[in-house]
């Protein structure tokens, strides 16, 4: 079964530190794996998106991993800011297909 | 260029009574879509759209029907809404899907009773 799990389920650190989230999948084959932020009441915005064949992909304090041969991606955050509290969610696209496959999300809380 | 909105933001219906969500969005995209949010779950694709006048089915179609008369305008109708229903739903939009950005929706609360 094609599925996307994430964890932690939940994180809070401290103003100024580094963290990291972790996505597993076992969707086979799949053709992208992106990063979403989700703010409380908003809609996702996307962060990353990166191809079966990248290893990693930046957006300014955000850098996201993958390992295709073991299936995991992570999403490391650095010098955390209060306005990263949020949601991130890992989505999987299932090769060739339109279909997008989500996991549960990861709900992140900065603290000054 | 206000990105994709939807209308309204709140509802609240009874078991039984219909409702129409509006999409709506400025980016020229050809994709469209309609996910629900539940809590501990992840996003749910119900219908999405290709293009102008088309629509297909997503994972969780039933009890709700679609339609794309204008490429900017993605419509979500529920006929007789159950308290199954209660949810938020969110609209994306994208050039394309397999390596294309989507983009979301604010979403639109519903509370059936």
């Keep these: 079964k094609n599925q996307v799990e994430q964890s932690p389920q939940s994180l809070i650190i401290l103003e100024g530190k580094n963290c990291t989230l972790q996505c597993n999948y076992t969707v ?6 992106r990063w979403y932020k989700q ?4 809609g996702p915005v996307s962060l990353t998106i990166m191809t079966f064949s990248e290893n990693t992909k930046s957006n300014g304090r955000y850098t996201a991993t993958l390992d295709a041969d073991t299936k995991q991606s992570s999403l490391h955050i650095t010098a955390s800011q209060l306005s990263d509290s949020a949601s991130y969610i890992c989505v999987v696209t299932l090769y060739n297909t339109d ?6 999300g990861t709900r992140l809380q900065v603290f000054p | 260029n206000a990105g994709v909105t939807q ?10 009574q219909s409702m129409t969500l ?10 469209m879509y309609w996910y629900r949010q539940d809590p501990g779950m992840g996003l749910r694709l119900i219908h999405y759209s290709v293009g102008e006048g088309t629509t297909a089915k997503g994972e969780v179609p039933d009890g709700y029907n679609v339609s794309r008369l204008k490429k900017q305008n993605f419509l979500l109708g529920l006929e007789s809404a159950a308290p199954s229903q209660t949810s938020v739903y969110f609209c994306a939009s994208s050039t394309g899907v397999r390596t294309d950005t989507q983009y979301f929706g604010p979403g639109t609360r519903l509370t059936v009773l």
């Design chain 1, 28 to 33: 086979s084959p799949f053709s992208n794996l």
């Design chain 1, 39 to 42: 703010d409380t009441g908003r």
């Design chain 1, 99 to 104: 279909k997008l496959i989500f996991g549960t």
């Design chain 2, 7 to 16: 209308t309204p933001k709140f509802r609240v219906l009874k078991t039984g």
């Design chain 2, 22 to 31: 509006l999409c709506a969005q400025d980016m020229n995209h050809e994709y």
